[in-house]
């Protein structure tokens, strides 16, 4: 059952409707195990970046606020998926409020590999991950009534950005490939990059298109709920199922720092 505080108080139904109905905000998602959390500190900066810019005038919430507002949304628990969003307070602008949600956790296992479609369309302010999602919800939905599992977008330019809620990372035999462009980056993805180098694999960052996905062996989507979730198929372009790249990303994933999110007393 989900739980939803504001500020550090159990939410009301006028908070909720405000954070339904106004669609201006950012949000981080992330799964608690044995109450810590992989890159914790990376969640933190995120929500610090992304207020920067939606929120120039406000002071933002401190890292041991947030920390503290999340203690307690999660009351006894000490697994669960939990979702920080940062939203405007309409009676005390410029002031920000600090919205948690917890809710089950998720096994974080791999399901059947995805056959995704390709859409042209790239997020508005796409470096941040925030409240406006029609346009990437909309796309996700039109892929799945076409018999697709999800959705991969690209850029204007060609180039291929990221997927509905995940990054995309691929395998052409000998390094990891991430593409580049207007997109998200992702907190598993920087995990796992940070996971790779510590493992001496190589890793590059550079554009990547739909033609040049035949030359990578695998891909996978990887977002908070799964580190590498396998994908059969991007349009056109199948992927042979290399089993060993997936094994190589839970290897990186392995050597992820989890962090306590319960602040020290």
Same mark, same amino acid.
């Given at each position: 059952?989900?739980?939803?505080?504001?500020?550090?108080?159990?939410?009301?139904? $006028?908070?909720?409707?405000?954070?339904?109905?106004?669609?201006?905000?950012?949000?981080?998602?992330?799964?608690?195990?044995?109450?810590?959390?992989?890159?914790?500190?990376?969640?933190?900066?995120?929500?610090?970046?992304?207020?920067?810019?939606?929120?120039? $005038?406000?002071?933002?919430?401190?890292?041991?606020?947030?920390?503290?507002?999340?203690?307690?949304?999660?009351?006894?628990?000490?697994?669960?998926?939990?979702?920080?969003?940062?939203?405007?307070?309409?009676?005390?602008?410029?002031?920000?409020?600090?919205?948690?949600?917890?809710?089950?956790?998720?096994?974080?296992?791999?399901?059947?590999?995805?056959?995704?479609?390709?859409?042209?369309?790239?997020?508005?302010?796409?470096?941040?991950?925030?409240?406006?999602?029609?346009?990437?919800?909309?796309?996700?939905?039109?892929?799945?009534?076409?018999?697709?599992?999800?959705?991969?977008?690209?850029?204007?330019?060609?180039?291929?950005?990221?997927?509905?809620?995940?990054?995309?990372?691929?395998?052409?035999?000998?390094?990891?490939?991430?593409?580049?462009?207007?997109?998200?980056?992702?907190?598993?993805?920087?995990?796992?990059?940070?996971?790779?180098?510590?493992?001496?694999?190589?890793?590059?960052?550079?554009?990547?298109?739909?033609?040049?996905?035949?030359?990578?062996?695998?891909?996978?989507?990887?977002?908070?709920?799964?580190?590498?979730?396998?994908?059969?198929?991007?349009?056109?372009?199948?992927?042979?199922?290399?089993?060993?790249?997936?094994?190589?990303?839970?290897?990186?994933?392995? $050597?992820?720092?989890?962090?306590?999110?319960?602040?020290?007393?």
């Amino acid at each position: 059952m989900t739980h939803v505080e504001i500020n550090g108080e159990p939410a009301t139904v $006028e908070d909720v409707h405000r954070a339904a109905v106004w669609n201006y905000g950012h949000f981080t998602s992330m799964q608690v195990r044995g109450a810590a959390v992989p890159g914790l500190s990376l969640h933190l900066r995120r929500l610090r970046e992304a207020s920067a810019v939606l929120f120039p $005038e406000a002071v933002p919430a401190s890292d041991d606020q947030i920390r503290t507002f999340v203690d307690r949304a999660l009351r006894d628990r000490d697994d669960a998926s939990v979702q920080v969003t940062v939203l405007p307070n309409p009676t005390r602008w410029p002031h920000t409020d600090i919205m948690v949600s917890v809710d089950e956790p998720v096994d974080g296992a791999a399901g059947p590999p995805l056959r995704v479609r390709t859409v042209q369309y790239e997020r508005e302010l796409a470096q941040l991950k925030h409240l406006a999602t029609l346009g990437l919800t909309f796309h996700r939905r039109q892929a799945r009534q076409a018999g697709f599992d999800d959705v991969l977008f690209v850029g204007r330019d060609g180039d291929l950005l990221e997927g509905s809620v995940w990054n995309i990372a691929c395998w052409d035999g000998t390094q990891v490939v991430w593409t580049e462009g207007p997109r998200l980056a992702g907190i598993t993805m920087q995990l796992l990059r940070l996971g790779l180098r510590r493992l001496g694999v190589p890793e590059v960052t550079r554009k990547t298109t739909r033609e040049s996905l035949s030359e990578m062996t695998s891909a996978v989507a990887t977002n908070s709920r799964c580190a590498a979730q396998p994908i059969a198929a991007v349009d056109a372009t199948t992927f042979p199922g290399d089993q060993e790249f997936t094994r190589l990303l839970r290897r990186a994933w392995q $050597e992820v720092e989890w962090e306590p999110v319960r602040p020290t007393r």
